[in-house]
């Protein structure tokens, strides 16, 4: 019972709860979506337990829904998806006890709307038919259009007018070629079907689609390449997070962008393993993958704005996530879905901590701090375990991951292995000397000596994330043993599908 | 049930709906020749001609659920599925029209009953557009909208922008009629014969699918319905004619005349020139290109009405990428769309109207700032609006727009779905 219906129980709940919001009175909203929330995460929990550790789709649900079209409501989890939809459980009521201060105007709009969007990301991770897969898709991003546009900060409209577009045109790009793919599938088999399970088995092993399946791996590819971001396509980003509520950056960063590298897990690579596999198509993203990561910390080190900063890491993080998925082997992708759950919990924790510091100074420029350890030892202390954890300090969540990609990759790409290293380095080099100069040296600024310590609200925000990053970094068997046979799964279907092709040339 | 349309019985059965609307048409023009001095005078023919159209929607809604067919012989009244849900469509829009004129014709004091006369007349005429099954029927309906709708447009005698707009589309729209007369005169000295099946079976029996005559002619048709869809090139009068025009007249020209406008247009591209490969690669070109500049300009427009009036255009590019796929998928896909962005865009052009103040010709886009604020809920219809105008799931607009990109796709025409999105894209600025 449990199994079949939880998945469609996350989907419904946060919308149900979404119309509860608007319809109570201004000065329940927050605690109505805090409760609602927190509920969406006690459905989810029990999902740790009752997921088997094998491959294949688990707690699928598959009910008729356009039948005229191959349309089908067909949702499931698998090693890759669950500890997305655990993770967007776990930061949303995050999210909302963050905004407790923060989001002064129109709050029931704003809870509304970021119940609305819960849905929309579970919806993503869980949709195995492709229809519902691009609804979700869109759904999600017109909650976060208004979340950046009404809430955000000065320069909001242009912000997530740029958000906003830059997704449109990936997304709508993708629907073209999901309609394709459907139909040419549809042409060869004669049965026209967006089911996810359907598209993959009538492609594996025959090879792929020829010179279409170039054009619809770019459609894909642009899609997600631009949520992840790579680094031509990152100019979004930046604006987005710094404009955006902390609400949103933190969802932004902890779920938005993993729908990309999921996209290319689940979707890119099963579909195109020739096209993905092509040594053109490898160098190109391995190439971006690097630019990413070495760029972005460049560019992060030279930020004054702490939350820009932030901004800039997360596109050296991802960058690292997109090498472990192209690296294809156990440890890389392995590598890849830890970091896409770390960088979810560290940056979500940087993003609360800024803005924190933001709610107290109103200011986000790192030189308006200094030496705040001593008057608020609490954020400081926080503040410096995030920072290792984004790093990659042994013993935190941060490590575990870039440790396995690293070492996976490297029997893949040695080469690029090594560039993609000095992206820890820099990471030392932009996150500690900010570090130093928020927290330590001298306190000369008359007014950080008035700032108050971290309330008990604030650290029931910060303790869950600092638990899991420690325990992540200490013990992360739990996952990984979870995430392991999809990713074998995967990883054996693209290189044999791969070799199929080649072969066959 | 099958009608003989040869026989005068059944025929006044087919034209049921025409027949009521013509006579509550007559009726309202008797009563406005008495009764047109106050504005309870004006809320009168508005009601009447409300009933008006909801009787002659009952008729519609009666023919369908008969299953009316017709039988015998090609005649010169179509009965199928098509004209009643198109009909279905232009009797709505005219019903919104109205009721959205009633506080707008107060507002502007603008005491001419005969607008509503005139507005039924124009229905009158489209619902025969959608219907014929014959060239001349099709012309005469179409000129029976279309002098309606140039005095509409004008009926704002104090205003000197609705008088340029009434000439601008009276004169371009006279240069259509002729175009589409001289096509039709072509049409009928290649085949013998005005009727669209008749045109069709001759076109195939004699081999006339590369008779100039033929070709020139179908050319002149689709210059005359180029003009009155707006697709580019021939959209020039579109923009200052919705600007000019009393704002409910724009929703209703951007809406039920563009409807009638493809409907007929589908009809007698699907009927009478299915052999004729030729029209394919024009709509296809027409689609392109109304689509890409629709879109570029609706981005620089300030005004709202400006800014919709250009992005009507570019869905006009839309209708003519289901034009042009030609199969019936594109058919269905056309009144889907049709439905959805007529709803939409009704509502756009109302919650402009309903922004406006007395005397105001332009709403800029920049005045709707804090819109939220004050009016929350017209915000939030204004949201929807354009949110379906874009096609996002969950609105009509998307479900709309995926039934043409399907029928797009399965008929092989990648490239034209793919321009779609990225124009799509465009219109998101």
């Known amino acids: 019972m449990y199994e079949h219906g939880v998945l469609t129980a996350l989907l419904a709940w946060p919308v149900v709860a979404s119309a509860l919001v608007l319809l109570g009175p201004e000065r329940w909203a927050k605690h109505v979506a805090l409760a609602a929330s927190v509920v969406e995460f006690a459905i989810a929990v029990p999902l740790w337990w009752t997921f088997q550790p094998v491959a294949g789709m688990q707690c699928v649900l598959d009910l008729p829904w356009i039948p005229a079209w191959g349309i089908r409501y067909t949702v499931g989890v698998d090693g890759i998806s669950l500890f997305m939809v655990l993770l967007t459980a776990f930061l949303v009521p995050l999210s909302v006890l963050g905004s407790y201060r923060y989001i002064t105007t129109r709050q029931r709009g704003f809870y509304a709307l970021l119940l609305v969007l819960t849905s929309g990301m579970i919806g993503v991770f869980v949709a195995l038919d492709l229809f519902f897969f691009y609804v979700m898709w869109e759904v999600m991003l017109i909650p976060m259009y208004f979340i950046i546009g009404v809430w955000g900060g000065e320069r909001r409209l242009y912000a997530a007018l740029k958000f906003f577009v830059y997704t449109f045109f990936g997304s709508l790009l993708m629907l073209l070629a999901i309609l394709v793919l459907v139909y040419l599938v549809g042409r060869n088999t004669g049965q026209y079907s967006f089911s996810y399970a359907y598209l993959t088995a009538s492609l594996s092993g025959r090879g792929g689609l020829g010179p279409a399946a170039f054009w619809l791996f770019g459609a894909f590819f642009l899609a997600f390449a631009i949520k992840v971001p790579l680094v031509p396509f990152h100019t979004w980003l930046p604006d987005a997070h710094v404009e955006a509520p902390t609400a949103g950056s933190v969802l932004l960063a902890g779920i938005l962008l993993k729908m990309g590298t999921y996209g290319f897990l689940r979707f890119a690579l099963p579909f195109f393993p020739a096209v993905a596999l092509h040594p053109a198509i490898q160098a190109g993203v391995v190439g971006l993958a690097l630019v990413g990561i070495v760029y972005g910390g460049l560019v992060a080190m030279v930020q004054p704005d702490f939350k820009k900063l932030v901004a800039y890491s997360s596109v050296a993080h991802l960058g690292f996530v997109m090498l472990g998925i192209w690296a294809l082997t156990l440890q890389s992708v392995q590598g890849a879905l830890l970091i896409m759950i770390s960088h979810g919990i560290s940056t979500g924790a940087l993003f609360f901590l800024v803005g924190m510091l933001y709610e107290r100074r109103h200011s986000r420029l790192i030189a308006a701090f200094g030496g705040i350890a001593k008057v608020v030892p609490l954020l400081a202390a926080a503040l410096t375990l995030v920072s290792l954890s984004s790093i990659g300090l042994p013993a935190t969540n941060g490590f575990v991951g870039e440790f396995l990609v690293l070492i996976g990759a490297f029997r893949t790409y040695p080469r690029a292995t090594m560039v993609a290293t000095t992206g820890v380095i820099i990471a030392a080099m932009y996150l500690l000397p900010a570090l130093q100069r928020v927290i330590y040296n001298p306190l000369d600024k008359g007014a950080n000596e008035q700032l108050t310590d971290l309330s008990a609200r604030e650290l029931a925000v910060l303790v869950p994330l600092l638990v899991c990053i420690v325990w992540i970094g200490v013990y992360p068997k739990p996952i990984l043993r979870r995430t392991a046979p999809a990713a074998l799964q995967l990883i054996q279907s693209v290189r044999l599908d791969a070799a199929v092709f080649r072969a066959a040339r | ?429």
């Open chain 2, 1 to 429: 049930m099958t009608l003989d349309l040869a026989r005068y019985g059944d025929l006044v059965w087919a034209l049921l709906p025409e027949l009521v609307l013509t006579a509550a048409a007559l009726v309202l023009l008797l009563v406005v020749a008495w009764r047109h001095r106050s504005a309870s005078d004006l809320r009168l023919a508005g009601g009447l001609s409300l009933a008006g159209l909801a009787a002659a929607g009952a008729a519609v809604g009666w023919l369908w659920w008969q299953r009316a067919r017709a039988g015998g012989a090609p005649a010169m009244i179509a009965l199928d599925d098509f004209r009643f849900v198109t009909d279905g469509i232009v009797l709505g829009t005219a019903a919104v029209t109205v009721l959205v004129s009633f506080a707008y014709l107060e507002r502007e004091t603008l005491l001419a009953p005969e607008y509503y006369v005139l507005l039924l007349f124009a229905t009158l005429g489209m619902m025969l557009m959608i219907g014929g099954a014959d060239l001349m029927v099709v012309f005469l309906a179409l000129e029976l909208m279309s002098v309606a709708v140039y005095v509409l447009a004008g009926i704002n005698r104090k205003s000197a922008a609705a008088a340029e707009a009434a000439l601008k589309y009276f004169l371009l729209g006279a240069f259509a009629s002729g175009f589409l007369l001289y096509g039709i005169a072509l049409v009928y000295g290649a085949t013998g014969t005005t009727n669209l099946t008749q045109i069709g079976t001759a076109i195939r029996a004699g081999g006339l699918e590369q008779n100039p005559m033929l070709l020139i002619g179908l050319g002149l048709l689709l210059v005359g319905f180029g003009f009155k869809v707006a697709a580019v090139p021939f959209h020039m009068w579109a923009p200052d004619v919705y600007d000019g025009a009393p704002t409910p007249i724009t929703g209703y020209m951007a809406t039920a005349v563009k409807a009638a406008a493809f409907a007929a247009l589908v009809r007698i591209l699907n009927d009478a020139f299915s052999g004729v490969a030729v029209w394919h690669q024009v709509v296809w070109g027409l689609a392109v290109t109304t689509m890409v500049v629709g879109n570029l300009i609706a981005l620089a427009q300030r005004t709202l009405k400006r800014m919709l009036a250009y992005s009507s255009v570019a869905h006009a590019g839309y209708l003519l990428v289901a034009v042009a796929t030609g199969t019936r998928a594109g058919s269905g896909a056309l009144v889907f769309y049709l439905v959805a962005y007529s709803l939409v865009s009704l509502a756009a052009f109302a919650i402009v109207a309903a922004t406006g103040r007395a005397g105001e010709r332009d709403v800029r886009i920049d005045d709707l700032a804090g819109l939220a604020e004050r009016r929350p809920w017209l915000a939030f219809g204004l949201a929807v609006c354009m949110l379906s105008l874009l096609g996002f799931p969950g609105t009509a607009g998307f479900i709309g727009k995926w039934y043409i990109l399907v029928a797009a796709t399965w008929a092989g025409q990648f490239v034209l779905a793919a321009i779609l999105v990225l124009t799509s894209v465009v219109s998101a600025g």
